[in-house]
């Protein structure tokens, strides 16, 4: 298993996905899944980044483990910030047009449907979420 511990910043989510990236390539993860791994980096460092630590910075762990029977990737973020579980939110109705639907929600619906499976805790003053891909 691989990890970085890096400020929680939104400058800090290319970072991330760099690191991440590095893991992937070396057992030649599908460009598709890939992407869809990004965009999850994206939305939950971002998320992080924006609400753990109210308006200061504080550090969040990105640790990457990589499967291989059946290949996959685990990346688990961990961070010190205010407790917060978004899979306790409510899925955005996709059926109304972008005017009409409500702000927020949609980064996470997007997570919970391309990844094989998210889970989150809330463990020794720790905000711990998990994603997995099946490559």
Known sequence: MKELTIDATV???EKVT??????????????????????????LFGNIAHYA???????????VEVIEEPL?????FIDHG?????????????SLSA???????LGIYIVKKSMD????EYHNG????????NI
Not at 82 to 94: G, R
């Open 11 to 13: 400058e800090n989510i």
């Open 18 to 43: 760099e690191f991440v990236d590095q893991q992937l390539e070396k057992f030649g993860c599908p460009l598709r899944a890939q992407t869809q791994i990004n965009i999850a980096i994206d939305e």
């Open 53 to 63: 630590y109210g308006q200061g910075v504080g550090p969040a762990t990105v640790q």
């Open 72 to 76: 996959s990737v685990v990346i688990t």
């Open 82 to 94: 205010v407790p917060y579980n978004p899979l306790d939110t409510d899925d955005p109705d996709i």
């Open 99 to 105: 005017e009409k639907r409500e702000i927020g929600g």
């Open 117 to 120: 499976s998210i889970h989150y």
């Open 126 to 133: 720790r905000n711990i979420l998990t994603i997995k891909k």
